[in-house]
């Protein structure tokens, strides 16, 4: 039997992108064996027919004795699973994961960049001199991958014109994809209510969300704007006087976001920067328009004036004439919503992606 190596940063992560690739390998008579740095969801992850191995790592420091040992333990895991195939996850996987197969002789790498990150977003002193690291890595990462997976054009640009990867190593797929059946369209019975899906950081636009929620409150009193998503760089008390005031509902983290779309009229994730913008395609998927950020990763959701509208990042006022648009304009929300259920349909059906990236890596 053939064996995939799956190089993962976090249990998390396999268990919100990875087990529908994971149970398509499986499903195609593969063995298929994720590393990653903790065993939480190791339980949840066996249940695919995979099998689960720890490294030791911690998926955002920067010490570089650690990312020494992190290289290590890569030569060790691969040399003694043997996979005929590797594929790699994000920053540290995707570099010390690629240097590693080298090392151990493994020549089918295949490695996903799913959205640049704070190294490419930031741009204080600390982070220019990480960023100019990094590049330097993933520049020597890229020449061992036979492929690098993109999940939009623009993050494809942005490294080729680095020179990090040569263009006919890159290939484009939406994301890890929507179950269309899943996330089914639903009837939009309240008109007015608005939605963010998104962990609290303020690159996610948290902040400009809440400011043009209390703009539009004052002229729509009836609109109502919800907001979920666990704290992060930012925390409740960091919105309090926005929930203080009625300007927003906050409902925190929860493991099933589809009752909070199917109660909304419209999606909006103004969100600085993306991978994809995942909620995107899920609200798009159940029917629901889309107000986005007009920049990496979340404009590959959102046909402007078709499924939705692209707005300028960091701009609360523009996010706000939107919204007004919206509820000014109840029937686009019915015509728009269809055209992203439409949408979704054709570009972010899970079982085609997974298919794409099955023909390419087997």
């Known amino acids: 039997m053939r064996k995939v190596l799956m190089l993962c940063p976090t249990s998390r992560s396999v268990k919100n992108f990875?087990?529908?690739?994971?149970?398509?390998?499986?499903?195609?008579?593969?063995?298929?064996?994720?590393?990653?740095?903790d065993d939480e969801y190791k339980s949840?992850?066996?249940?695919?027919?995979?099998?689960?191995?720890?490294?030791k790592g911690r998926n955002r420091s920067l010490n570089p004795f650690a990312l020494i040992k992190l290289k290590k333990s890569y030569v060790s895991i691969i040399k003694q699973e043997k996979p005929d195939v590797v594929l790699t996850?994000?920053?540290?996987?995707?570099?010390?994961?690629?240097?590693?197969?080298?090392?151990?002789?493994?020549?089918?790498?295949?490695s996903f960049v799913e959205?640049?990150?704070?190294?490419?977003?930031?741009?204080?002193?600390?982070?220019?001199?990480?960023r100019f690291?990094?590049?330097?890595?993933?520049?020597?990462?890229?020449?061992?991958?036979?492929?690098v997976f993109f999940l939009n054009n623009d993050d494809k640009n942005e490294f080729v014109n680095r020179n990090l990867v040569f263009?006919?190593?890159?290939?484009?797929?939406?994301?890890?994809?929507?179950?269309?059946e899943r996330f089914s369209p639903k009837p939009i019975e309240n008109r007015n209510t608005f939605l963010m899906i998104a962990r609290l950081l303020k690159t996610k636009g948290v902040i400009e969300y809440c400011e043009a929620a209390r703009k539009v409150k004052k002229l729509y009193p009836q609109a109502t704007f919800n907001l979920l998503g666990p704290e992060g760089t930012l925390t409740k008390s960091d919105i309090q006087q926005y929930i203080d005031d009625g300007s927003i509902s906050y409902f925190g983290e929860t493991t099933d976001v589809r009752p909070y779309i199917e109660d909304c009229s419209v999606h909006v994730l103004p969100s600085y920067r993306e991978g994809l913008g995942l909620v995107n395609a899920e609200a798009g998927a159940m029917g629901r328009p889309?107000?986005?950020?007009?920049?990496?990763?979340?404009?590959?959701?959102?046909?402007?004036?078709?499924?939705?509208?692209?707005?300028?990042?960091?701009?609360?006022?523009?996010?706000?004439?939107?919204?007004?648009?919206?509820?000014e304009n109840p029937q686009a929300i019915e015509t728009m919503?269809?055209?992203?259920?439409?949408?979704?349909?054709?570009?972010?059906?899970?079982?085609?992606?997974n298919e794409k990236i099955c023909e390419i890596i087997l």
């Open 290 to 327: 889309i107000i986005t950020g007009d920049t990496n990763g979340t404009r590959d959701t959102v046909i402007d004036g078709y499924n939705g509208f692209l707005v300028p990042i960091k701009n609360s006022e523009a996010l706000a004439e939107k919204m007004i648009y919206f509820l």
């Open 337 to 353: 919503g269809l055209n992203a259920r439409k949408y979704a349909e054709e570009n972010f059906d899970q079982n085609k992606i």
């Open 133 to 147: 690291v990094v590049c330097k890595l993933y520049k020597k990462a890229f020449k061992i991958s036979r492929k």
């Open 89 to 110: 996850f994000v920053l540290k996987p995707n570099v010390y994961g690629s240097l590693a197969c080298k090392k151990a002789g493994v020549t089918k790498v295949y």
């Open 167 to 180: 263009e006919n190593k890159c290939e484009i797929i939406h994301g890890v994809g929507v179950d269309i």
């Open 44 to 55: 949840l992850i066996n249940e695919t027919g995979a099998k689960m191995i720890v490294v």
């Open 115 to 130: 959205g640049a990150g704070d190294v490419f977003i930031n741009n204080s002193l600390k982070w220019k001199l990480v």
């Open 18 to 37: 990875r087990l529908p690739l994971i149970r398509k390998l499986v499903k195609e008579g593969y063995s298929v064996t994720v590393c990653a740095f």
